[in-house]
């Protein structure tokens, strides 16, 4: 039934959601995957009469394309495509999530704020991104080849030219602004303060760590490709549209003719469609790049192809030029990559899914596991009643010296309590039951069955009580160790053999002398 709902409505399609298909990158990646033929997309965009106007001017296959309205500046717009996105396709899963869409708004003097309250490049480029692939996560993961794209930025890749070379680098430093919850006036996310062009570069580096982080957290678990990739200097999309005049009509030719990093919209649109596409690309963990690092002395070369040289300034080269890009250190870290991702889940109000590990097919295991999940969870909550070293609001205990002294006198007495009543039990149960039979303690079953510590140590707690016994056994040399921490207990506790004596004897009047008396009368 279901099956026949997904193929009534997408065919044998992947389905496809991209953010920022109405400009640049996301337009041409997703004229890329239409004209494939082998994809319904689904384009996130803040203007559907804008995205109407390009679909027409491109010549979108419209009944395989769908936009939908998704202002990245606010989290309840997110929420609100997510929503609208899930009742839209029914039970067919997401196969391809591209976070593309984003903005570079370096000439601004002070920080605008989104809908949150937060400065909007993060929240645009990475915060709403983070927001919507926790909703996605879990759907994705009935997808047969489900991946998450996140379009990054050599700017935010310290160890390159580009990125490490010029001023502002990009750099998180500890988290302080994300951890003091990144809300007005806070700005940037490292909590210092605020330059457009370091809000770009740091939410492009979030975005690459991130792709490590979900990698690491939930390849294993979904089976979802996490990736990153840097399609080149795209250099006369309207992404600059905010930079001044000159640089707008020279930064182009700059990328052209001097470095060879500037590739063209419709190249670049085809790299992010083959991370999308290429089966090579469901590698997870990757950051995607093509052709190599930045060169130099490209000018005749670039100046005979109009620019369009390959293997230059991660730009250049085709399809089969893809490889396997250099993350920098900072990418890399994972533990800061781990607190990013706390800080951006409290920020974000995210819920990410807790995902199955154990699946069976089998109905009769499925029941089993089932029942021994109750039984776990119901043991699980017996223990967790103790939290030794926590207070009760979960802050641990800042133990001084004394109370140290005093929780090990306590666990001690506890335990020569604990030991003390099994010995009262074999006192009580050697005179209810009378001695073991010899053959009982000669049985096979006494030669096989190991020796615990526990019984070693509960052994020598009596040998301690009863110096002559231990003479007798002889004790190992890991014995005479327990026996001197068995000694060590009792003093410190302030057990002693005569207290024990003292607890048999009354325990023996009160329960043995009675039933004893009884048994007479009845002999009698
Ligand atoms: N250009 C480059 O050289 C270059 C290099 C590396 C990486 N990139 C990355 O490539 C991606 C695409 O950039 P581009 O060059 O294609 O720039 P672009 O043409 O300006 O495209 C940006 C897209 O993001 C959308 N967008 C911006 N703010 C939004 C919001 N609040 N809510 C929803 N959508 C929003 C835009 O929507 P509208 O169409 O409504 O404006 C547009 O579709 C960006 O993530 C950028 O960082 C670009």
Known sequence: MREQEQKDQFGDKKLVVITGASSGLGRKTTAALLRSGQYHVIGAVRDLDKMEAVAELDGFAMDRFTPMQCELNSFDSVRKFCNDVKAFKKSKPIDRLICNAGVYQPSLPYPKWSADG????????FLSHFLMISEF????????????????????????????????IADLKELD???????????????YGFIGAKAYKDSKLCLMMMANVLHAKYHKLTGIAFSSMYPGCIAESPLFREKRAWFRKYFPLFMKYITGGFVGEEEAGLRLFQVAHDPRCSKSGVYWGWNGGPREGR?????????????????????????????????????????????????????????????????TLKVIGAISKQMIEKEELQRMKERPGFNAD????????????????????????????????????????????????????????????????????????????????????????????????????????????????AISRQVFSSSEKKDSQVAA
């Open 118 to 125: 937060h400065e909007q490049t993060m929240q645009i480029n």
């Open 137 to 168: 996560l879990e759907d994705m993961t009935k997808s047969s080849d489900p991946r998450i794209t996140m379009v990054g930025s050599v700017t935010g890749n310290d160890n390159t030219v580009g990125g490490g070379g010029v001023y502002p």
């Open 177 to 191: 602004g994300f951890k003091a919850g990144f809300k007005n006036p806070i700005s940037m996310a490292d909590g």
């Open 299 to 363: 000018g005749s070369e670039a100046l005979e192809k109009d620019g369009q040289i390959s293997g230059s300034g991660g730009a250049g080269g085709g399809w089969d030029s893809i490889f396997e890009n250099d993350q920098s250190g900072k990418v890399l870290d994972v533990e800061l990559g781990f607190k990013l991702f706390q800080y951006a889940t409290d920020i974000t109000g995210a819920e990410w899914p807790k995902l199955k590990v154990v699946t069976s097919p089998c109905p």
């Open 394 to 505: 979960g802050t641990p205990i800042k133990l001084t010296t004394a109370k140290k002294t005093k929780l090990v006198a306590q666990k001690v007495v506890g335990g020569v309590v604990g030991n003390t009543l099994g010995r009262v039990a074999r006192f009580a149960n050697k005179r209810l039951l009378g001695k073991l039979p010899e053959e009982a303690l000669k049985g096979s079953f006494m030669d096989e069955k190991a020796e615990t510590k526990e019984d070693k140590v509960s052994e020598l707690v009596e040998a301690k009580a009863k110096p002559e016994i231990a003479e007798e056994a002889k004790p190992s040399d890991n014995k005479i160790t327990v026996v001197e921490e068995a000694a060590v207990i009792f003093d410190a506790a302030g057990v002693y053999k005569s207290d024990t004596q003292l607890i048999e004897e």
